[in-house]
């Protein structure tokens, strides 16, 4: 059974330059199958919008959806540090709803953090989390939330004014209290320089390296179809072996290959009382 790590653990992880490994997931299989890998952390991320929901963006992602799924990874990697996304709306109206919302991951799916995207705008909303007793991980960089701002999903921080407000924002994070910092496509140099100039443990999706990377499972199994980001590498083809299991039992049903007589159960009383009773309804 392995031991969940803390946040005293991560922050030793990154005094000792190694580097953590963490995933995505949105329910109970794929929540076991990642701790019995031995996966670092995992992120219960309100892309479920797009990747188990359907949605065209994680706009429409609600509370109770994150805190249902959350629930189910916790149910599956009981022995991993996992944390939960905060989705549009959940801290984006006050400090105390902000505080609300977050111990709902606490009490209600036994998160050990929540994370919330942007940086100097949300200062004030990490302090305050913070200030409740709840471990906070920053998101900067592209933030999906906010990304109609930024004129869709496109990296960040690529020239000197993006740059300095990205730095910026990893600053802002970790002044207001926030244990961890996950950087999203944002190019390797900017993100160096963050991992050094932060005492806080600082990830990587689509950024390069520093204390640890982050891929969404989806991607890294090959099970979402509908574009691949240019920073995902893929370890598998799920969508393949899934059409093509579909596809045989199709076939097979409409053969009558499927059931063979190993997949019925057989009766146990003599056939001939059957026999009876099949007649005495037939009248």
Known sequence: MPKKKSILDLRKLKAAHEHLAWVTAYDFPTASFAEQA????????????????????TIPVTMEDCIRHCQAVRRGAPNTFVIGDMPFMSYQISDEEAVRNAGRFLKEADMDCVKLEGGVRVSSRIRAITDAGIVVMGHIGLTPQSSGQLGGHKAQGRDIAGARAVIKD?????EAGAALLLVEAVPPEITRFITKRLDIPVYSIGAGHCNGQLLISSDLLGQFELFTPKFVK??????????????????????????????VYRVLDPMDEFEKLFSEFKK
Request: aromatic residues 10%; hydrophobic residues 45%.
């Open 38 to 57: 031995g996966m670092d952390m995992i992120l219960v991320g309100d892309s479920l919008g797009m990747v188990v929901l359907g949605y065209q963006s």
């Open 170 to 174: 990893a600053l802002a994070v970790q």
């Open 234 to 263: 893929k370890y598998a083809n799920v969508s393949e072996v899934v059409i093509n299991a579909f596809t045989e039992y199709i076939a097979d049903v409409k053969s009558g290959a499927f059931p063979g007589e190993e997949h």
